[in-house]
């Protein structure tokens, strides 16, 4: 049984304060979002490392190119939901048309927030996103993706987006793994079906996976951390090797991974089928996030059992 | 560079703003005149930016958050060097740099701008960067009186307070009007001087179309120390030009051929006054 560690958020910002330490040249805006980011600990240690704009995600994102302009290495830390909505045009116009060195880190993604309601959750920030020119998606899994994630921020120069729930995550990779934005990771190898998922949602594609292994089903389980750019040859190797691609994400089925998916099926002329999960075009239902994702089929029995229905077994 | 020069540069720089507007076949014709002489004090005697230290960071910077008057932005910027005349006369053809907003394409522009309410955030960033890095350089930033609408212009104003940027220049084109008309008739903006007073800036106003005015406002900036500084430019939207001054029709019009002639003889007449 695979260790639960921390939550992806706590991964954050411990790996940001070990990197700023060593540079200060690292700079953080937040947008009355240290609590939630888990930045008090880095504002207490590091009080000229934090800038802080109060609850104005516009400005937060403007600030942060300003600070990336003048030669900063910027993480502007604030709710998924707002950043990407809210401050949209400043990420599309002074983030990515203008290439800055910014990378924004959108906390409590997803439906993270649970019974918070809509508001609050972010399940479009992925097709927002995926539709602007020079940005890059990352969504990481577990508490290594976690923390790689921030470590090649750092050197990344260029826009970037990275969303971090809060809930613990299940350790899904082995010590040795190698992680590089852009490049997913196979976690497991099966000739039955392949499971892609993103961020959160991989270690439920893990664990049905492991139930299926129990009906003799084996399945390829792809990591596909990175959003955008997409890795395609990856994907497209392992649909064209597979009876069946199952793909699970906490975000809405419009524009996310599974249509991503979707679009590389259809544009290569793969015979593969294909079942696209996340959250339907409906009035969300509410409650936690393991209780709301469950309810959308992604638990992983119903995982599994959506992917015996696949392979007609 | 002395004010004789300038006044002259600033016709110049008028009949050039007319020229590629007529010759490309679009512009915002009203607000680059509007801004014009701003742009020349600011480029020719009061910041420290050329071609020469525009790669490196240790100087002065300039984000024009009203886009729209990018004509006379790359006015100045091809008058300091920036670029050649025949680069700026591709303005709006196919496939070059030079379009209706700026971007970073075209040397020496610092940051892509356009849509409204932007700029100054961008600006504070910087400012905020120049002060951890403990340079002595000043950021401008320039901007319409129409955007003073944009909510971000004021959650931007609240940081530059806070962080105590005596090292960022505001100035407002202060030219009333707007595409659908007066400001004030639009959507009231005034008093603007008390919005940024409360706001924690310290403000100025003078007349943004007198080269003597903006010479001698400029040498006074920042005025307090640890404080923002706001100038309230007092123009003339198509200042310059008889026929264009103060119409609304001329926000983003392009003259005629007979409109084009008339305008370039009337800045002709004031540049032979100088001789």
Redesign the interface.
């Given at each position: 049984m695979n260790k639960i560690g921390k939550p992806n958020l706590e991964v954050f910002s411990e790996t940001l304060l070990k990197e700023a330490r060593k540079n200060k040249n690292i700079?953080v805006v937040t947008s009355d979002s240290r609590g939630s980011g888990k930045l008090v600990p880095f504002g207490k240690e590091l009080p000229?490392q934090i800038?802080e704009?109060?609850i104005?995600e516009?400005?937060l994102?403007?600030?942060?190119?300003?600070?990336?302009?003048?030669?900063?290495i910027v993480f502007g830390v604030s709710p998924a939901s707002f950043l990407t909505a809210r401050a949209l045009?400043?990420i599309k116009?002074?983030v990515a048309?203008?290439?800055l060195n910014v990378s924004l880190i959108g906390i409590s993604a997803g439906i993270s927030y649970g019974q918070l309601g809509s508001t609050h959750h972010s399940i479009h920030d992925f097709a927002t996103l995926r539709a602007i020119n020079n940005m890059t998606i990352v969504a990481p899994a577990d508490n290594f993706e976690a923390a790689e994630a921030i470590k090649q921020a750092i050197s990344y120069n260029h826009p970037l987006y990275i969303r971090y729930g809060k809930k613990p995550m299940m350790d899904i990779h082995p010590p040795g793994t190698k992680f590089k934005i852009g490049k997913s990771i196979v976690v497991k190898k099966g000739e039955d079906l392949t499971i892609v998922a993103t961020g959160e949602t991989l270690q439920r594609a893990y664990l049905a996976s492991e139930i299926l292994k129990k009906s003799n089903i084996y399945c390829s389980i792809i990591s596909m951390h990175t959003i955008k750019p997409f890795d395609k040859e990856t994907f497209i190797e392992f649909s064209q090797n597979s009876k069946a691609i199952l793909t699970v994400e906490e975000h809405s089925i419009f524009g996310g991974l599974g249509e991503c998916c979707a679009s590389l099926i259809a544009q290569n002329n793969i015979n593969v089928k294909l079942k696209i999960l996340g959250i339907p075009d409906e009035y969300m239902i509410n409650g936690s996030q393991a209780d709301v994702l469950d309810h959308y089929d992604m638990s992983p029995e119903k995982i599994a059992e959506i992917s015996k229905d696949l392979l007609n077994k | 560079m002395n004010e004789k020069n300038l006044k002259k540069k600033s016709l110049e720089y008028r009949k050039t703003i007319l020229e590629i507007i007529f010759q490309s076949g679009a512009g915002h014709t009203g607000g680059s005149l509007s801004c014009i002489d701003i742009l020349n004090v600011l480029y020719n005697s009061v910041m420290d930016i050329s071609p020469k230290n525009f790669p490196n960071l240790d100087r002065d910077h300039f984000i024009q958050s009203k886009g729209h008057s990018v004509e006379a932005l790359f006015t100045v910027l091809c008058d300091c060097g920036f670029y050649s005349k025949k680069d700026l006369n591709t303005l709006n053809q196919f496939n070059s740099h030079f379009i209706g907003h700026p971007t970073k394409k075209v040397p020496g522009i610092e940051h892509n701008t356009g849509a409204l309410g932007h700029g100054l955030s961008v600006a504070v960033g910087l400012a905020i960067c120049k002060k951890i890095d403990q340079k002595n350089n000043k950021v401008f930033s320039l901007l319409g009186d129409g955007e003073l609408s944009e909510g971000s212009v004021w959650e931007a104003c609240t940081t530059a307070s806070k962080y105590n940027l005596d090292n960022l220049i505001v100035i407002v084109d202060r030219n009333d009007l707007q595409i659908t008309g007066k400001t004030e008739d639009v959507n009231p903006i005034e008093p603007i001087d008390k919005k940024f007073k409360s706001f924690g800036f310290e403000t100025i106003s003078t007349n943004g179309n007198n080269i003597s005015d903006l010479l001698y406002v400029f040498q006074h900036v920042p005025v307090k120390e640890n404080k923002p500084t706001v100038i309230i430019a007092k123009t003339t939207k198509g200042s310059g030009v008889s026929f264009i001054e103060n119409q609304i029709n001329w926000h983003h019009k392009v003259p005629s051929k007979d409109e084009y002639e008339s305008a370039i003889s009337e800045l002709n007449e004031k540049l032979n006054s100088y001789e």
């Open positions: 700079i000229n800038i704009v109060g104005a516009q400005n994102v403007g600030v942060s190119s300003g600070l990336a302009a003048g030669g900063k045009e400043q116009n002074d048309y203008s290439d | -």
